[in-house]
């Protein structure tokens, strides 16, 4: 059974950080991309950042800069770290994995809330 558990949400001020860990099991870490998107009431989930098994990164131009993404295969682990956060960060973020090899597969974690006050 695959599961996808995030931990790391939160309140913090404008300017804080937060660090958002999700934590993967029941599946092959080294063919899967992990990455996290976010959605704030009213809007459609977006892609925040992802990383590939070989460290290849993605980022979202709204978060270059302040967000780092960052994986340990050996611990089926993801990492965001979320520095110099903004109001308009406030989300639902979601940990993803997709499979890279074979055939697509999409999983999701269960949410975590980060509200970032002005």
């Known amino acids: 059974q695959v599961q996808l558990v995030e931990s790391g949400g939160g309140l913090v001020q404008a300017g804080g950080s937060l660090r958002l860990s999700c934590a993967a099991s029941?599946?092959?870490?080294?063919?899967?991309?992990m990455g996290w998107y976010r959605q704030a009431p009213g809007n459609q989930r977006e892609l925040v950042a992802t990383?590939?098994?070989?460290?290849?990164?993605n980022l979202a131009d709204s978060v270059k800069g302040r967000f780092t993404i960052s994986s340990d295969n050996a611990k089926k682990m993801a990492y965001l770290q979320m520095n110099s956060l903004k109001p308009e960060d406030t989300a639902v973020y979601y940990c993803?994995?997709?499979?890279?090899?074979?055939?697509?597969?999409?999983?999701w974690g269960q949410g975590n809330q980060v509200t970032v006050s002005s």
């Open positions: 990383i590939t098994s070989g460290g290849r990164i």
């Open positions: 029941g599946i092959i870490f080294s063919i899967y991309a």
């Open positions: 993803n994995a997709e499979r890279r090899i074979g055939v697509k597969v999409v999983y």
